[in-house]
Nanobody, 120 residues
Framework: VQLQASGGGLVQAGGSLRLSCVTSGITFGDYAMGWYRQAPGEQRELIATIGSGSTTDYKDFVKGRFTISRDNARNTVYLQMNSLKPDDTAVYYC???????????????WGQGTLVTVSS
C-alpha cells in the first residue's frame, strides 16, 4: 500500500496550493480519506475528510478556505487550499480510513507528508 502526497511548497499569505495524494494497493473507492496536518511542535490534527460517497467535513479553521475532493478513477484525493495563512504552515498528510457516522477513524495507511510553508 502506498499513499504519495505532493503539491506542497512555499506560498505567500493569501495564496493557494493544491495538494494531491495518489494511492495504490487499496480499493480506493471503499475508503474514506482524510487530510491531516502537523505544525512544528504540535500534534497531528485532522482537518478535512471525504467519504466514499464524497460527503465532506472540515474543521472550522479551514472551512470556507479548503476543499477536499476525490477522483476514484485516479485513486487520488485532493486538498485545494485557498486564502492561506502563516498558521497553515505544516506538514500535510493524507490517510485512508473509515467514517462511522460523523467520526473519521484513520487506518495505518499514511502518505509521507508534504510541507506547506506560508510566508507573511
Amino acid at each position: 500500500v502506498q499513499l504519495q502526497a505532493s503539491g506542497g511548497g512555499l506560498v505567500q499569505a493569501g495564496g493557494s496550493l493544491r495538494l494531491s495524494c495518489v494511492t495504490s494497493g487499496i480499493t480506493f473507492g471503499d475508503y474514506a480519506m482524510g487530510w491531516y496536518r502537523q505544525a512544528p511542535g504540535e500534534q497531528r490534527e485532522l482537518i478535512a475528510t471525504i467519504g466514499s460517497g464524497s460527503t465532506t467535513d472540515y474543521k472550522d479553521f479551514v472551512k470556507g478556505r479548503f476543499t477536499i475532493s476525490r477522483d476514484n478513477a485516479r485513486n487520488t484525493v485532493y486538498l485545494q487550499m485557498n486564502s492561506l495563512k502563516p498558521d497553515d504552515t505544516a506538514v500535510y498528510y493524507c490517510n485512508a480510513g473509515e467514517l462511522r457516522g460523523i467520526y473519521y477513524y484513520p487506518s495505518r495507511y499514511w502518505g509521507q507528508g508534504t510541507l506547506v510553508t506560508v510566508s507573511s
